[in-house]
């Protein structure tokens, strides 16, 4: 999973959300950053709020503290799937190097880039950053 810092980064570079069942995020406070949420029909579940803006409601003894927030409160944390289908067609290759990270290649503007990270789930994300920036 990748870290909240740069599921951040993402979002400010453009990476749209639309929240489905079996996504995983964290909720942007500094007492919850480290909690990992997964939205699902009978735990955590999706709604229009009192102004109209979307809000994920908690479901009975899930999390006693918390009854709903708001969808701008929340940062998407894509898992490895979701990070390689966002890349779509500038997605080339990803391998793992004998020292056990991970390698992306991507093709962005008319050329293939390298992207290397410790994690499949990094190498992705740093790629992505990349697109979005192109």
């Known amino acids: 999973m990748i870290d909240i810092d740069v599921a951040r980064r993402l979002q400010a570079a ?14 942007d406070a500094e007492e919850l950053r480290d909690e990992v949420w997964m939205l699902s029909s009978m735990v955590i579940e999706q709604d229009l709020g009192r102004h ?3 809000v994920f ?4 003894t899930t999390e006693w503290a918390l009854d709903s ?10 898992r490895e799937d979701q ?10 290759t990803l391998r ?7 390698v992306v290649e991507l093709e962005t503007d008319g050329r293939t880039r390298e992207v290397p990270a410790p994690r ?3 190498a992705l994300a740093g790629a ?7």
């Open 52 to 54: 109209g803006r979307r």
């Open 57 to 60: 409601r908690f479901n009975g």
């Open 83 to 92: 990070l390689r289908k966002a890349l779509g067609v500038r997605f080339r």
């Open 69 to 78: 927030v708001e969808e701008d409160e929340a940062i998407w944390l894509p």
């Open 96 to 102: 793992q190097e004998a020292d056990g990270g991970f």
């Open 120 to 122: 499949a789930e990094d």
């Open 128 to 134: 992505l950053l990349i697109a979005l920036g192109s």
């Open 14 to 27: 453009g990476l749209r959300w639309d929240p489905a069942d079996g996504d995983l995020f964290a909720i």
